[in-house]
């Protein structure tokens, strides 16, 4: 175990090994993968896949967006991947290892950004979003494995079809569901950023100009609206500037899934809670550029992350309104922060082509990764498996050890043979150098007494 591991005392199973995955996605659309047991100084792994001949264009295999989540079914970490042109990937993660398991279409109309894509908290459905506000829901099959569609199943109706015609290929068209937002008029292309809850059940999005500020839409009624934000009051001109949401997410350990943080392209980071208010109920100003991310910690609920495009990250404190400290280190723009979803852990990726890993509460940075190109997400390796179990059983076979003393005078046992073996090999080599020497001595002489003779 690497030896800020200790520090921060990080003894959690990880897939049968003592360490953390990270996941960054660059323009490229390569997927590199660094690891805690390398305390994050170098890229471990890298990976494309999803390379067809009839893309032309390198820009088109851009990945925007890639989010992880643990699949229980699969036993394994199923990352999510969203690319520039409307393709979005499935990816088995194990053993070190990537694998495309599906591929998806979900947009196939040009001109349209992908804006935002989030996976559930199973790991089984994931929710994607365009400017266009056509919205695609994935889902993977009834027992909730990717890549396995009915065929797995032998006694299913579906699986007889499958065996009289004679097809194994995966079903993707029958678990992809397509929609588009209500009220949303697709000519303006002005949607910027959506983002789902943990469930899948609600999405938030927003865009830049009148009529496009922060909206949340039921995805199980394919898009219906059902909360709209208030714009901001005028200022001391009387003058209300046009809405620009860059970026949303909502709080992880919200239960009612109301309440979610928004950064605009005014420098600004609104927090809102559906249940109270349609205006923000807290507004914080920073920095000199737009707001790129933002991100809830998993450990404090009234701490907050925030990012610009000039490098700058923050933490706010969402009881005060103000910024608590800044996270120090990034050159670049920052694309994405993203917060580990049980320690005290913060990565970010951004345009100096670095990740980075930060300690959430004193933000010193525990390593830096660099990937040769430019970032534009990160994703950690998500554990969700029986890794406490085996944590305690080693507690266990620790504790069964014997004391403290006992190792104490082990170890002083041990010392002491050491000591008297390398005493016992400088005294042969010394008795080896004398009797070279006598030897030589006595040669010498009986020459000398032969010649006499």
């Not at 208030?230 to 350990?253: D, E, G, H, S």
């Not at 010392?415 to 020497?437: F, H």
Request: charged share 35%; glycine share 10%.
């Amino acid at each position: 175990m690497a030896k800020f591991e200790q520090k921060l005392g990080l003894k959690r199973v990880h897939h049968g090994f003592d360490s953390l995955g990270l996941f960054c996605s660059d323009e490229l659309g390569f997927v590199r993968e660094t690891s805690s047991s390398q305390a994050y100084e170098s890229i471990v792994h890298r990976y494309e896949f999803g390379k067809e001949e009839e893309e032309k264009k390198k820009k088109d295999r851009t990945i925007v967006r890639l989010r992880s989540a643990w699949n229980e079914a699969m036993r394994t970490t199923v990352l999510v991947a969203q690319r520039r042109n409307g393709a979005v990937e499935v990816v088995r993660c194990g053993g070190g290892f990537l694998s495309e398991i599906e591929r998806f279409r979900v947009s196939n109309e040009d001109g349209f950004e992908q804006c935002g894509i989030d996976i559930t908290a199973n790991g089984c459905a994931f929710v994607s979003c365009d400017s266009g506000g056509n919205v695609s829901v994935g889902r993977a099959d009834e027992f909730g494995a990717w890549g396995m569609s009915s065929t797995t199943n032998a006694n299913s109706a579906d699986a007889k079809k499958t065996k009289k015609n004679g097809k194994n290929e995966t079903r993707v068209d029958e678990r992809l569901k397509q929609f588009k937002l209500d009220e949303f008029d697709a000519e303006k292309r002005a949607i910027l950023s959506a983002r789902t809850t943990r469930c899948g059940t609600k999405m938030v999005y927003g865009g830049q100009g009148q009529g496009n500020d922060v909206k949340i839409c039921d995805v199980e009624h394919e898009g219906k609206i059902i909360w709209k934000a208030k714009p901001p009051p005028t200022n001391w001109l009387n003058y209300r500037a046009p809405p620009w949401v860059k970026c949303l997410r909502f709080k992880p350990t919200d239960e009612s899934n109301t309440v979610f943080a928004v950064g605009t392209g005014e420098k600004k980071v609104r927090l809102y809670d559906a249940r109270e208010n349609k205006r923000a109920i807290m507004e914080c100003q920073f920095g000199e550029a737009a707001v790129n991310s933002v991100a809830f910690s998993s450990v404090d609920e009234f701490r907050l992350f925030a990012g610009d495009s000039r490098g700058k990250c923050v933490a706010i404190d969402l009881k005060t309104g103000k910024s608590c400290g800044s996270i120090r280190g990034n050159s670049g723009s920052i694309r994405e922060i993203e917060v580990h979803p049980t320690l005290d852990l913060v990565a970010t990726a951004g345009l100096d082509r670095y990740v980075r890993v930060y300690d959430g509460t004193s933000r010193k940075c525990l390593g830096a990764a660099y990937a040769k190109q430019c970032l534009t997400s990160v994703a950690w390796d998500v554990y969700g498996g029986d890794g406490g179990d085996k944590q305690k059983k080693k507690k266990k076979f620790k504790d069964t050890d014997a004391d403290d003393d006992y190792d104490d005078e082990d170890d002083e046992e041990g010392e002491k043979k050491l000591n008297k073996k390398k005493k016992k090999k400088t005294t042969k080599k010394e008795k080896k150098s004398k009797e070279d020497r006598i030897v030589k001595y006595v040669d010498f002489d009986s020459d000398d007494n032969d010649d006499d003779d």
